[in-house]
T-cell receptor, first 116, second 115 residues
Framework: NAGVTQTPKFQVLKTGQSMTLQCAQD?????MSWYRQDPGMGLRLIHY???????DQGEVPNGYNVSRSTTEDFPLRLLSAAPSQTSVYFC???????????????FGPGTRLLVL | AQKVTQAQTEISVVEKEDVTLDCVYE???????LFWYKQPPSGELVFLIR??????QNEISGRYSWNFQKSTSSFNFTITASQVVDSAVYFC????????????FGTGTRLTVIP
């Protein structure tokens, strides 16, 4: 198993450009999530999905779109990049678990994004 | 609302010393989960432990141990006989309210082990 993979590893954008960060997992996990990590702020949830065709917003969703057409893939789209979106982006996946039971999220290696 | 506080921003220890990383949390949930992740200099996030709020037993895994105390809302992490490879940022996290296994993270503690 490759686990959770993310591409690209590093990207530089100009303000106003759009791009898609790719995330894929081969563990048949139903749940997938996107976080961003900024210095001194830990990780914050952007969007998440509990299955194909189902997405929802997290703590910091503005400026980002997601879709989930397959179980394996969960791309994150930046519509019009801004310097405030300079960050490290992590994708995570997990099994749904039984009712009331929280399963462990497994993280991809991250994408470092610089917006000039 | 969920809150996780890691008051120690940075810690430096000399190799072979013991070190404890503090984590204090706030939640109104009666059932919740706590996690620790390690982020080495290479940047990936490595899962270390998951603990259910009903299980207050301390856990030991090799040189790592965790002390969960509901009375003080703390879930502290101790590394015994630290090694240079332990140098990393350590994050404590709490299950959030989305019901989708998402986590609310603390701001992390950077541990530097000096040889």
């Amino acid at each position: 198993n490759a686990g959770v993979t993310q591409t690209p590893k590093f990207q530089v954008l100009k303000t106003g450009q759009s791009m898609t960060l790719q995330c894929a997992q081969d563990m048949n996990h139903e749940y997938m999530s996107w976080y961003r990590q900024d210095p001194g702020m830990g990780l914050r949830l952007i969007h998440y999905s509990v299955g194909a065709g189902i997405t929802d917003q997290g703590e910091v969703p503005n400026g980002y779109n997601v879709s989930r057409s397959t179980t394996e893939d969960f791309p994150l789209r930046l519509l019009s990049a801004a310097p405030s979106q300079t960050s490290v982006y992590f994708c995570a996946s997990s099994y749904p678990g039984s009712s009331g039971n929280q399963e462990t999220q497994y993280f991809g290696p991250g994408t470092r994004l610089l917006v000039l | 609302a969920q809150k996780v506080t890691q008051a120690q921003t940075e810690i430096s220890v000399v190799e072979k010393e013991d070190v404890t990383l503090d984590c204090v949390y706030e939640t109104r949930d009666t059932t919740y989960y706590l996690f620790w992740y390690k982020q080495p200099p290479s940047g990936e996030l490595v899962f270390l432990i998951r603990r259910n709020s009903f299980d207050e037993q301390n856990e030991i895994s090799g040189r790592y141990s965790w002390n969960f105390q509901k009375s003080t809302s703390s879930f502290n992490f101790t590394i015994t006989a630290s090694q240079v490879v332990d140098s990393a940022v350590y994050f404590c996290a709490l299950s959030d309210l989305t019901g989708a296994n998402n986590l609310f993270f603390g701001t992390g503690t950077r541990l530097t082990v000096i040889p």
